[in-house]
């Protein structure tokens, strides 16, 4: 979880592989990024691949649970991240979307509250196979072009 520097993040991040492994994932990757874009965590079962955007908190912000601040910016990011991803590693599983939210108790870390979001957002055909969020037609990633470039 190199990526993560707040305590709460990596406390979070911790409980939600946990969560994932389980419910019979196997965690692939911690806060995968690629250029600007991130995602938090990449599972997968025999049947799907699953990318995850943890949230964790201390406490409920502007009357909205954690997994409630994801809003559309987020999701294009992290279908955006999935699709290089999947490019990338010539994945064939059906991918999902996952929020996971959790609050942490700010003086002992206990988690207090845990919400696993299955299929929390359903990106369009076009957009997960296309990468139309940045509108690339390649990506480069550790030295590889992942598609072509125009």
């Known amino acids: 979880m190199a990526f993560v520097t707040d305590p709460i993040g990596i406390i979070g991040e911790a409980e939600a592989t946990k969560m994932l492994e389980a419910k019979g994932f196997k965690v692939l990757e911690h806060n995968w ?9 990449i599972a997968e079962n025999k049947k799907e691949i699953v990318f995850v955007e943890v949230k964790a908190r201390t406490c409920i912000l502007n009357g909205k649970m954690p997994e409630e601040n994801v809003d559309e910016t987020k999701r294009k ?32 870390n206990e988690i207090t509250y845990r919400c696993h979001v299955e299929n929390a957002f359903h990106p369009t055909a076009r957009t997960i196979y296309t990468n139309s969020y940045s509108g690339q037609l390649g990506w480069h990633h550790r030295g590889h072009t992942i598609g072509r470039k125009k």
């Open 33 to 41: 990024r690629m250029g600007h874009l991130e995602v938090d965590l």
């Open 77 to 108: 990011r992290v279908v955006a991240a999935a699709n290089a991803y999947i490019k990338y590693h010539k994945i064939e599983k059906k991918p999902r979307f996952d929020v996971i939210g959790l609050l942490v108790a700010r003086d002992t």
